[in-house]
């Protein structure tokens, strides 16, 4: 039992994911899917970053009375990973732009009503 | 001196070509920049792959700092030959491209844009074959997504808006779950490193852990390949992205990711783990069977043309994994051959398709009537390459689908051999209703200057050097047969 709440960082980002996830599944407007693949991405960070996490452990640079230290790769790892997910957010929210200059719409029922017109 | 440092030229000369373009912005030298760049580019992969041939694989450490701590490329004989497949494909649409896309972005005066998200891209996919380190693997996907999401939306049609949309949202979350994979297979391990992990996973296979980054991993991988039924985001993308887009990531961007799935479930995971324990044929094949023929059903059913070639690919894709599903030497061969033999005819199909874009505009197939006498040669190229599809003897395409039947009856599995020469045929039919419009039909009655003329030699040339190369490497199959079945015996772990 113990065990389980103690490792609460990782029920948060299985929270995190499906909710993410369920965003981008079930929501229409394009603006709220690129939010839910944010917040879908965030919860890998967090997974990652967790797993860093050396109980007891301080910031990995050698000094005098410390043992222990917490693994920085992970960290360094989503960093790049958050370069990555800023980035994409960035397109994803150009493309909504340009759609919504074409569309007059974000909602994607209507941008499918319209292309099953055209 | 230079000779050792080839691995990573071949990431960094397109990385630097493209921020170059857009320093140098004017039209022409943009242009030319790019073409040299992706020739300098396919010489490197072409020598990298002559040195792999005579000496063995090779480990290039980068910064110096040696594996598994720093970052390793390494060549070895099958990410060599995808190398080539890619690079070479790249060179010769860029080549192709100037005419084409003076034609297709005419809203986009600012072409240096164009080519600077084509160079990238094609330092992501040339980075995903050449990298062993799973993170980096993860990174140079979405360099090469990213890129590919900006090419597509450049089509003149709307709806290429929102196909790139769906496609990022795809992509994007194939990429997350591989992320998901590799972070809980560092969990385990300790680190990212494909040869390192190889070894110390089999310490830790049975726990749980592994067995969910397994699933994360096939997942992810079958989003980015665009595997039945999670091709959704293909057909879209393909029929509405500028011609030289399609042409360019129909040959390479589903490829590389079928390189990818190679690389995670032989290489990482191990031959035994994956089919022997996890049964990863089982659900590989009936997949890969139900895309191969609904996905040419439907293409049987389509208008527009681009669209039809588009869903083709994802049969196609079918093929690919059918051949590694088998997991026998002849069933890896024939995967891994269709893999650069379908790379060459489906870029030769929609260059063609780029070539009719560019005189008539449009692709629907009542576009289409008699093209065969107003575009002889485009009409003939895309006969040629659809002969390959259809997997006529004498093209690539009987190569392929020779080693995919051998291996199906290898095994006893003689209905899938059946269902194979099934979808053969509707391919024949899909190809030859385009056939019939453009030779059996009077060409639409335009008059004077209006009337449709065969496309100039620049957009020929380069397409007529892909339909040679069906025919050489359909008759000749020492180079993409022998390497291939030397990558599969290496990938079963059979070979010396």
Excluded at chain 2, 162 to 187: K, N, R, V, W
Excluded at chain 2, 239 to 246: E, Q
Excluded at chain 2, 334 to 352: D, R
């Amino acid at each position: 039992m113990m065990e389980t709440i103690g490792l609460y960082n990782y029920w948060v980002v299985v929270v995190l994911m499906m909710t993410g996830f369920y965003i981008v599944v079930a929501r229409d407007n394009l603006i709220k899917k690129v939010i839910g693949l944010s917040i879908f991405q965030t919860s890998v960070f967090l997974l990652f970053i967790s797993v860093g996490k050396v109980e007891g452990g301080t910031a990995p640079i050698i000094a005098e009375g410390f043992e222990v230290y917490s693994n920085p790769l992970p960290g360094v790892l989503i960093l790049t990973a958050i370069v990555v997910g800023v980035a994409t957010t960035a397109v994803a929210l150009g493309l909504v732009v340009r759609i919504n200059e074409e569309y007059g719409t974000i909602e994607e029922t209507e941008i499918h009503r319209q292309d099953a017109e055209a | 001196m230079i000779e050792n440092h080839l691995p990573i030229l071949q990431i960094l000369v397109p990385l630097i070509a493209a921020p170059l373009c857009l320093l140098l912005r004017n039209r022409v030298a943009v242009t030319a920049l790019a073409i040299a760049a992706t020739w300098v580019t396919f010489a490197i992969s072409v020598a990298l792959m002559a040195t792999v041939l005579q000496q063995g694989p090779i480990s290039y450490e980068l910064g110096g700092w040696a594996p598994p701590w720093g970052i390793e490329y390494r060549v070895d004989i099958l990410s060599g030959f995808v190398l080539v497949l890619v690079s070479g494909i790249g060179a010769l649409v860029a080549t192709w491209s100037p005419t084409s896309i003076s034609v297709e972005l005419p809203r986009y005066e600012r072409h240096y844009l164009f080519y600077c998200a084509y160079l990238l891209c094609l330092t992501g996919l040339l980075g995903i074959i050449i990298t062993g380190d799973m993170f980096n693997v993860f990174v140079f996907l979405e360099i090469s997504a990213l890129s590919s999401y900006v090419l597509i939306s450049m089509g003149q049609d709307r709806r290429a808006l929102t196909a790139a949309y769906s496609y990022l949202i795809m992509g994007t979350l194939g990429a997350t779950f591989i992320l998901i994979g590799i972070g809980l297979l560092y969990i385990m391990t300790g680190t990212l490193n494909m040869a390192d992990l190889a070894v110390r996973l089999q310490g830790v296979i049975d726990t749980r852990t592994v067995i969910v980054a397994f699933a994360f991993l096939i997942v992810g991988v079958s989003l980015k390949m665009a595997l039945f039924p999670l091709h959704l985001w293909l057909p879209n993308a393909y029929a509405y992205a500028p011609s030289a887009v399609t042409a360019f990531l129909a040959a390479t961007a589903t490829k590389v990711s079928v390189y990818l799935l190679l690389r995670f479930f032989f290489t990482v995971f191990g031959y035994g783990f994956a089919f022997d324990r996890m049964q990863l044929w089982i659900f590989l094949m009936p997949l890969a069977l139900i895309g191969i023929v609904t996905a040419s059903l439907v293409a049987v059913f389509q208008n527009n043309i681009k669209r039809m070639l588009a869903y083709s690919s994802v049969a196609q894709i079918g093929y690919m994994v059918l051949g590694i599903s088998f997991a026998s030497v002849s069933g890896l061969t024939g995967g891994i051959v269709h893999l650069f033999n379908h790379g060459l005819m489906k870029c030769a199909l929609f260059l063609a398709m780029g070539c009719i874009v560019y005189r008539c505009g449009s692709v629907h197939i009542d576009e289409m009537r008699g093209l065969g006498r107003t575009m002889p040669w485009t009409m003939a190229a895309f006969v040629a390459g659809g002969l390959s599809l259809i997997g006529v003897p004498m093209t690539v395409g009987f190569i392929s689908k020779w080693y995919l039947v051998k291996a199906a009856l290898e095994q006893g599995l003689w209905p899938v051999a059946v269902l194979i020469l099934f979808s053969s045929l509707l391919a024949a039919v899909y190809i030859w209703r385009v056939v019939e419009v453009a030779y059996f039909e009077e060409p639409s009655a335009v008059e004077g200057e209006g009337s449709i003329r065969e496309a100039p030699l620049s957009l020929l040339i380069p397409m007529w050097v892909l339909v040679v190369a069906i025919f050489y490497f359909g008759v000749t199959t020492k180079f993409t047969a022998g390497i291939a079945q030397q990558a599969a015996e290496s990938l079963l772990g059979v070979a010396p």
